[in-house]
């Protein structure tokens, strides 16, 4: 698999404080393959958070995400109060979701054809905290 350069943009709020490392706007920079997790991950996430991660690759390359751990709240009312989504963008600008879940999964693999994906992390005051979650991406030819 080759690696081609890309982008990473982030945002994440807490009801206390900005999460991320300087301020609320997103960041970007140069990527090739890398990690992206849950704030405080391996440790307990916060309460009341609302995460962004855009994964953006050149349109000659399609994204591989590998979720290795996967440990929120799990439904309460059949209504997941912690969760990940994970939503691709294509050539053709189309959006599809990739995953979206609570509770704990195992290992897993998502080989997307999109040039785009993004990621939301979104945290309920009523729930109880969790591990969180760790992902590595890569772009592929």
């Given at each position: 698999m080759l690696c081609i350069a890309g982008h990473?943009?982030?945002?994440?709020h807490s009801a206390a404080r900005v999460l991320s490392s300087s301020s609320s706007e997103y960041h970007e920079m140069v990527v090739t393959s890398g990690f992206?997790?849950?704030p405080n991950y391996p440790h307990v996430y916060a309460m009341t958070a609302d995460c962004w991660w855009t994964l953006t690759v050149q349109r000659t390359q399609t994204l591989r995400l590998t979720l290795y751990d996967f440990e929120l709240a799990v439904k309460t009312d059949n209504v997941c109060r912690d969760?990940?989504?994970?939503?691709g963008t294509d050539v053709s600008s189309s959006e599809v979701t990739v995953f979206e879940d609570c509770g704990s999964r195992g290992l897993e693999v998502f080989d997307t054809a999109a040039i785009r994906v993004h990621l939301y992390f979104h945290t309920d005051q009523s729930s109880q905290a969790h591990r969180g979650f760790l992902i590595h991406y890569t772009g592929s030819v």
């Open positions: 990473i943009n982030s945002r994440c992206v997790s849950s969760y990940l989504r994970i939503t």
